[in-house]
């Protein structure tokens, strides 16, 4: 059996920057385990599966999708930038005629669009709720096992998506955060209870002119990801959080991986955000066994 499978570099218009991300399109259902062997065959924090949802769907001409999301370790809820990628999959190689994509995901229906050289993503929005600092497990997961001595301005939890949003104080300059040295491992020890799956560090930016609103780094070893080079679910809960101690609606991030990657967004006046990113197409070819 042969899988067409693609390798797109997410939030980002360069080969070998950014976030990759693999495509598999699915003529045909796949065996439920096949998913996560696939997955963790190629060790990319995301794997994404298209699938038709009817006979007669076709990759060139139906609007509409199957989309799942795997590490090498777990299937996921929601990862913005293989959602960036099945688009571009779907729109730049197989040529969708479509103006608007949408899949049928566990967070729901999500859309793509195409704006000039962006892909534009619909994503839900969530929001963020401080953490006192009595709350003992996400004070020694941020404080201890992330940041060490640095001085943390802001501690909030996204109920939503079990991340834990950690923001350094103002006073740091980015390179601070691209140079903090941080040991994902150890987070698997400090956090156990399953209330955490996921970690943002953020920064605030220097949004005078055409600089950046802010800044992050993004980690998640309970999913099998040390450090994710460039996150859109994360920003759908930064975006919330940034908006509010900004300001604005309509904010540009870069993510401080050693990949690094940039992202546009714009929160929608239903609730939703969208999260506008380019990519680069770096590898074609199949998945054979």
């Known amino acids: 059996m042969q899988i067409p499978i693609f390798t797109v570099d997410a939030f980002t218009n360069r080969a070998f920057s950014g976030n990759p991300a693999a495509v598999c399109l699915l003529e045909n259902d796949l065996d ?114 992330a940041v060490g001595d640095m001085v943390v301005q802001d501690l909030r939890y996204s109920p939503d ?9 103002d006073t740091y300059e980015r390179s601070v955060l691209e140079e903090l040295k941080v040991s994902a491992e150890r987070f698997l020890s400090a956090e156990k209870t399953g209330k955490v799956k996921g970690l943002i560090l953020t920064l605030k930016g220097n949004s005078s002119g055409k600089g950046h609103d802010f800044y992050s780094r993004y980690f998640a070893p309970w999913y099998g990801v040390l450090e994710d080079p460039v996150t859109g679910s994360a920003h759908a809960v930064l975006s919330s959080y940034w908006s509010e101690q900004l300001g604005k609606k309509e904010m540009l991030a870069f993510q401080c991986s050693r990949r690094g990657g940039e992202l546009k967004i714009a929160l929608r006046s239903d609730g939703r955000v969208d999260i506008a990113g380019q990519t680069a197409v770096v590898l074609k070819g199949n998945v054979a066994f």
Not at 44 to 68: N, Y
Not at 125 to 134: D, G
Request: charged share 25%.
């Open 32 to 145: 439920e385990d096949l998913h996560q062997k696939i997955a963790t065959e190629m060790n990319l924090s995301e794997t994404a599966f298209i699938r038709k949802l009817k006979p007669g769907d076709d990759f060139t001409k139906s609007s509409c999708f199957g989309l799942r999301w795997f590490t090498p370790a777990n299937e996921v809820p929601l990862c913005g930038h293989a959602t960036l990628a099945s688009a571009a999959v779907l729109f730049h190689i197989q040529k969708n005629t479509n103006s608007i994509l949408t899949f049928v995901t566990l967070s729901g229906e999500l859309k793509a669009r195409q704006v000039k050289d962006h892909i534009v993503l619909d994503l839900p929005l969530y929001k963020t709720y401080p953490q006192v600092s009595q709350n003992f497990i996400h004070d020694r997961l941020s404080r201890k096992a």
């Open 161 to 169: 998506t079990k991340k834990l949003l950690v923001r350094l104080s």
